[in-house]
């Protein structure tokens, strides 16, 4: 009897897990379908020094606030599904405690816009821009701390490589925002899309791994 109900309970927990990998997967999709859409609705934004975070004031804000409130949910979903999914020795806690606080700071962002260039600052505006390098800071840190550590089980081993060159690649685009910053270069919305790009891409490659190891165990039993 005790054997049956432990069996039960781990199949219960692959479900959830699975559900979780699911809800990230499409959160992150709805995510990276706005910002598409919304470069062509605000072709009067010039994406290479624009960040999408403008995207969230004036004409067609809410889709840039729902982007937000998905992508925030979405991270939530892939830390609890990591959480839950990842064997104890390929698992990194501090990793998934900075993609908490990155999924914090996107709700932060959401809840703060950004100053348009040239407008007044405000409050809002403030806080969202110094919640915005901690929030990318925190997710660059946990995406590389939660990559490099697949490598110690064998059913995260294949995609060790791949999800580690995508958080280098994070970082690089980190870095080079930086530069941007202090040289006032003008490229900061391409340093920031080359990032979202790498990490949609992570993203979806780790909650698709987790989702297929999860359901796998649970058609197995």
């Known amino acids: 009897m005790a054997s049956t109900d432990l069996s039960s309970s781990l199949r219960t927990r692959r479900q959830q ?4 990998a699911t809800i990230a997967l499409v959160t992150v999709a709805y995510f990276a379908v706005i910002i598409v859409v919304l470069h062509f609705l605000r072709a ?20 840039m606030s729902s982007a937000f409130f998905s992508m925030s949910l979405g991270s939530f979903a892939l830390v609890i ?16 405690v900075l993609l908490g606080i990155w999924a914090v700071g996107v709700l932060i962002a959401m809840s703060f816009p950004i100053d348009p260039e040239g407008a007044p600052q405000t409050i809002s505006g403030t806080i969202h821009r110094i919640n915005g390098p901690l929030a990318f800071l925190s997710l660059t840190a946990g995406t590389i701390l939660v990559s490099r550590r697949f490598k110690q089980d064998r059913l995260w081993r294949p995609i060790h490589r791949s999800a580690v060159i995508l958080s280098l690649v994070m970082l690089t685009a980190f870095i080079a925002n930086f530069v941007n910053i202090a040289t006032a270069s003008g490229f900061g919305g391409l340093c920031q899309r080359v990032f ?4 949609v891409t992570w993203f979806v490659l780790t909650a698709a791994r987790l989702r297929s190891i999860s359901s796998r165990s649970v058609r197995s039993r």
């Open 17 to 20: 897990t699975a559900r979780a």
């Open 44 to 63: 009067d934004l010039n994406p290479i020094s624009t960040p999408t975070s403008e995207y969230a004031v004036g004409r067609y804000g809410f889709l």
């Open 81 to 96: 599904g990591l959480n839950r999914g990842v064997s104890k020795r390929a698992r990194s806690g501090i990793g998934l």
């Open 196 to 199: 979202l790009v790498a990490f």
